[in-house]
């Protein structure tokens, strides 16, 4: 069955309009948006972390540059498999998925001088 130009002219008009008022179309367009990309840092000095705290969106692209200004230290988020060694008077930076939401803690998990193991903080990843 052919159709006339009116006739395909309307059909494509109906689609249309169902497209743009269809419940589902502003859902795809959200799921279709890029993540966000926070970039953090992180300072290590005199055994502790400033901030202690990060706090980030479930699903972001998450850069972290953890800048050390004294001695060496290190960077792990155990439930993201995160384990970075900052030198001394260096920085390291890195890149990851926070794909799960939660609080989880960050530590230096170097065991040189006990003081590292009183390094922590808080990874913050809202739903």
């Not at 998450?62 to 384990?83: K, M």
Request: aromatic share 8%.
């Amino acid at each position: 069955m052919a159709l006339t130009r009116r006739q395909a002219g309307l059909l494509l008009a109906t689609a249309g309009v169902l497209l743009l008022v269809h419940p589902v179309a502003p859902q795809l367009l959200a799921q279709d948006q890029a993540p966000s990309r926070p970039e953090l840092t992180l300072v290590a000095s005199n055994f502790q972390y400033v901030p202690d705290r990060l706090e980030v969106s479930q699903d972001d692209l998450v850069r972290i540059t953890i800048r050390s200004e004294d001695n060496t230290y290190s960077f792990a988020v155990d439930e993201y498999r995160i384990i970075r060694r900052v030198p001394a008077g260096g920085s390291t930076t890195f890149e990851f998925h926070a794909d799960r939401p939660g609080t989880f803690r960050f530590y230096s998990n170097l065991t040189s001088d006990s003081r590292h193991s009183e390094m922590q903080g808080q990874f913050v990843v809202l739903p």
